[in-house]
């Protein structure tokens, strides 16, 4: 690949759709330059998937805001004092950013100076393949030779390792996190030295950044081998409190292969998360706040965590109900998988002998339908029956449930009442 490559917009919708061609005009009123670039540019030239439309301008990001504004798109203002945009264009979001140069960077935050200068905007990015760029007719303009490095299948900073690192600690994140996602190799060690020696900076970051970036490592189809170096390298120990290993999670993404279910991703992160914590999940409160996971995410991980306890590999439809009316299916099918892959990683990869059973009880767990785990009878219906209002009925309800429970939950509200009758008048 050398500095003559194009990317034909006509195969690539993202780069020549009604939308982006109009936010293009748009922002372009004043006779800008603006081009497309990061991780656009590369996953298009790699053939993969674009999920987000950065695009680079020369022109100000005041004037930016003002034209989107005039045009009736939608703007959202994140930081346009480092000259970035957000507009949202009939359910399409572009991020605009006005090409600039870091004056003054402490790790987290930059001060910068926006120019005209396209190379000097380059120069200020993080990974060669993420400091392309490519103009609406296709042509890719390439200063610091991320083409040869797509073309390699390497990962390399642009310019100083520790220069980069030290404008962003977040880069360290970064950097491991294509490796995985990508599968690319490193390209210069010291990039790789720089990263691990550099690592205890992460601390200084939001948890909420380091979530982020962490949570891609470990969804990416090539992470167990990441991880394996982060744990190794004591970068691991930065991110999340007291891992003791990291063959557990080798072992789930194995695992996750032979389920086939297509509720198997919902909590993909918060499953893998799982497969690096201790047998039984016990520092479930711990990683939580150091993640800042949210409360939808700490609820299934306490879940998961309370069901690893819980779940064996003898059980029947019935046990499997009783189970399913106080957890979740997904957090039942992870429980499942994440203990299965601790006792997996115990024998040394080798198959333990109970892996049939595993995968036949989350067989049954797909034929069970949450929706009708829902007991039958109500207070009211224990006042009907002569119970004065006060904690009698709860009780009386709550070993009716008991019962329903132990018929598998399939006993009809008529016979309940019956059961309650029977229990009141005992």
């Known amino acids: 690949m050398g500095n003559s490559y194009r990317l034909n917009p006509n195969k690539h919708s993202w780069m020549s759709n009604t939308n982006t061609k109009e936010i ?42 003002f034209f989107l504004k005039e045009a009736g798109i939608k703007t959202v203002n994140i930081g346009i004092k480092h000259g970035t945009i957000l507009a949202f264009h009939n359910y399409s979001k572009y991020e605009i950013t ?129 991880i394996e170096k982060l744990h190794n390298y004591n970068v691991l120990k930065q991110i999340i409190p007291n891992i003791s290993g990291t063959k557990s999670f080798q072992t789930i993404i194995q695992i996750e292969n032979k389920v086939n279910d297509p509720n198997i991703s919902a909590f993909r992160s918060i499953r893998r998360l799982a497969a690096l914590m201790d047998f039984d999940c016990s520092q479930t409160e711990e990683i939580s706040t150091a993640l800042n996971l ?34 979740s299916k997904n957090a039942l099918i992870d429980s499942i998988l994440v203990k299965y892959s601790k006792q997996y990683s115990n024998v040394r990869n080798q198959l333990v002998p109970g892996e049939k059973g595993w995968l036949r009880i989350i067989d049954i767990i797909r034929t069970i339908n949450e929706d009708t785990l829902v007991f039958p009878l109500k207070g009211q219906d224990a006042i009907n029956l002569g119970i004065p209002a006060g904690p009698q009925i709860s009780k009386f309800l709550k070993l009716t449930e008991v019962w329903w429970l132990t018929k598998g939950c399939k006993a009809t509200r008529d016979e309940c009442l019956i059961k309650l009758r029977y229990l009141i008048n005992k």
Not at 299 to 308: N, Y
């Open 98 to 226: 006005t090409l600039r140069e870091d004056v003054k960077t402490d790790g987290r935050h930059a001060v910068v100076n926006f120019t005209n200068n396209w190379q000097m905007d380059a120069k200020r990015r993080d990974f060669t393949f993420n400091a392309l760029s490519v103009d609406l007719e296709g042509r890719v303009y390439d200063y610091c030779g991320g083409l040869n490095d797509i073309k390699e299948k390497t990962i390399r900073f642009v310019g100083k390792a520790t220069d980069r690192i030290h404008e962003d600690y977040l880069r360290i994140l970064r950097y491991f996190r294509f490796i995985a996602t990508l599968n690319v190799k490193v390209g210069d060690e010291s990039d790789f030295t720089a990263c691990i020696t550099l690592a205890h900076n992460i601390k200084k970051l939001s948890k909420e950044r380091v979530r982020s970036e962490f949570f891609k490592i470990i969804d990416s189809d090539f992470a167990p081998n990441i």
């Open 294 to 327: 949210s409360k939808t995410e700490i609820h299934h991980l306490s879940q998961l965590a309370s069901l690893i306890k819980k779940v064996n590999i003898n059980h029947k439809k019935a046990d499997l109900t009783r189970i399913l009316y106080k957890y």
């Open 24 to 65: 293009i005009r748009v922002i372009s009123k004043g006779e800008k330059e603006s081009r497309f670039v990061g991780g656009c540019v590369r996953d298009a030239i790699l053939n993969r998937k674009v999920h987000d439309i950065d695009i680079a301008t020369t022109e100000h990001p005041k004037n930016i805001e």
